[in-house]
Nanobody, 116 residues
């Protein structure tokens, strides 16, 4: 059974930090894992991605503030998003995505709220 379990969201003041985690199980040969976010009334946008080889890609709005990393364990793969210097505009539901070939799997989302 495929599962993507996210954790680490919450409420933080502007300038603060949060670390999101996403544990993917039941999925093998994951090529790309990533984080996306969706603010109310907005489309879901890319935040950051990381390939199986460790190559990363970031949205311009988070470069220098967010860091994506990945842990490839035997039974599950975990992706992290370290978010520093958070801004109110970072407030959104953050979703984890895993890509295997042409198939995408999504987590349930975790709320991040940054107060000014």
């Amino acid at each position: 059974q495929v599962q993507l379990v996210e954790s680490g969201g919450g409420l933080v003041q502007a300038g603060g930090s949060l670390r999101l985690s996403c544990a993917a199980s039941g999925i093998f040969s994951i090529t790309v894992m990533g984080w996306y976010r969706q603010a109310p009334g907005q489309q879901r946008d890319l935040v950051a991605t990381i390939t199986s080889g460790g190559s990363t890609n970031y949205a311009d709005s988070v470069k220098g503030r967010f860091t994506i990393s990945r842990d490839n364990a035997r039974s599950k793969t975990t992706v992290y998003l370290q978010m520093n210097s958070l801004k109110p505009e970072d407030t959104a539901v953050y979703y984890c995505k895993s890509t295997v070939g042409s198939r995408n799997y999504w987590g349930q989302g975790t709320q991040v709220t940054v107060s000014s």
